[in-house]
């Protein structure tokens, strides 16, 4: 397993962008797939974006497609989400997830969970 730390949430106007990191620890961090999921309240955790191990394949939820783009830096040991064009629907927690080897848009298939961070999108 890996430590994720989640940063750069807040509260932002509808159409407002948002830049989420993740950090982790360590010097194995290319050697895991990564994704960011969210949570709002009264709902289940769903799939937001995935990144392979060296950033050559990118998977995105259709509800957020156009509009969040997830990027790594492997020397950094930090994954990102830029949120544009963010609508009150994406209100919720926001995850990261680390799975050795390979990405998957299933929450049971991460073996490593960050805190989470807010983000509140007013209208």
């Known amino acids: 397993q890996v430590q994720l730390v989640e940063s750069g949430g807040g509260l932002v106007q509808a159409g407002g962008s948002l830049r989420l990191s993740c950090a982790t620890s360590?010097?194995?961090?290319?050697?895991?797939?990564m994704g960011w999921f969210r949570q709002a309240p009264g709902k289940e955790r769903e799939f937001v974006a995935a990144i392979s191990r060296l950033g050559g394949r990118t998977y995105y939820a259709d509800s957020v497609k156009g509009r969040f783009t997830i990027s790594r830096d492997n020397a950094k040991n930090t994954v990102y989400l830029q949120m544009n064009s963010l609508k009150p629907e994406d209100t919720a927690v926001y995850y990261c997830?680390?799975?050795?080897?390979?990405?998957?848009?299933?929450?049971?298939?991460?073996?490593?969970w960050g805190q989470g961070t807010q983000v509140t999108v007013s209208s």
């Open positions: 997830a680390a799975k050795k080897w390979t990405t998957s848009a299933g929450a049971n298939d991460y073996d490593s």
């Open positions: 360590g010097r194995t961090f290319s050697m895991y797939g």
